[in-house]
Structures are given as structure tokens and as C-alpha cells.
């Protein structure tokens, strides 16, 4: 069973910049899709960004041009650079390892119902 930590969430200021980390107990980039997701009181779950087993990267339209989903196979690391935050970018991040999701035209690693394995969770929290 895949162990995920994460850290690196705080407070920033609006326009500001964090990157998350997310541990792995085991080599997960060949086995399994990779992905942060967000999550705040009294809404879903999101996917914000993943990366595929061939390492092919997909986010969620809100985040595109600001962050970056990047990992380090000899760490077991997974990284997300957030840049230019928003307030709306304040939430529970989670890092988790899962499966690919097919569709036509391509793959995703988004869904949340396609997650084996969750971390616990980083607090990001965004001053204007």
C-alpha cells in the first residue's frame, strides 16, 4: 500500500507562491497516475494537476499558466509549484496515486473516483 505524505502548505499572500511536496513510501511513477487535488468546506473534491505514467501533464483550467506538477522518481517525490495564487486557491491540498482514466483522445488523472491512495493533507490559505 502507497504511503503519501504532504507538506509545504501555508499562508501566503495573494500573488504569492508555494510548492507543495508529497512524499511516496515507493516508486510510483511507472505504476501509477499521480495528482493533487484541492478541496474547501462545502464543495467537491477537485483535480488540480497530474502526471501520467509517461509523464505527460494535465491540469485543471483554473491553474493552467500558474502551477506546476513536477516529481522526482529518485526522491519518490511529487511536486506542485504554485505561483500567483489566488484567494480562490486557499484549500486542503491532497496528493494522491491512482489510476488512468481513458477517454477518447487521450487520458487523464483527475478524477478523484480513479485514487487508490490519499494523503492527509496540507493547508494552503491565501491573505488578499
Known amino acids: 500500500q502507497v504511503q503519501l505524505v504532504e507538506s509545504g502548505g501555508g499562508s501566503v499572500q495573494a500573488g504569492g507562491s508555494l510548492r507543495l511536496s508529497c512524499a511516496a513510501s515507493e516508486f510510483t511513477s511507472s505504476s501509477y497516475c499521480m495528482a493533487w487535488f484541492r478541496e474547501v468546506p462545502g464543495k467537491e473534491r477537485e483535480g488540480v494537476a497530474g502526471i501520467g505514467r509517461d509523464g505527460r501533464t494535465m491540469y485543471a483550467d483554473s491553474v493552467k499558466g500558474r502551477f506546476t506538477i513536477s516529481q522526482d522518481n529518485v526522491k519518490n517525490t511529487l511536486y506542485l509549484q504554485m505561483n500567483s495564487l489566488k484567494p480562490e486557491d486557499a484549500a486542503m491540498y491532497y496528493c494522491?496515486?491512482?489510476?488512468?482514466?481513458?477517454?477518447?483522445?487521450?487520458?487523464?488523472?483527475?478524477?478523484?473516483?480513479?485514487?487508490?491512495?490519499w494523503g492527509k493533507g496540507t493547508l494552503v490559505t491565501i491573505s488578499s
Open positions: 494522491a496515486a491512482g489510476r488512468t482514466t481513458y477517454a477518447p483522445g487521450g487520458y487523464t488523472c483527475l478524477p478523484v473516483h480513479a485514487m487508490d491512495y
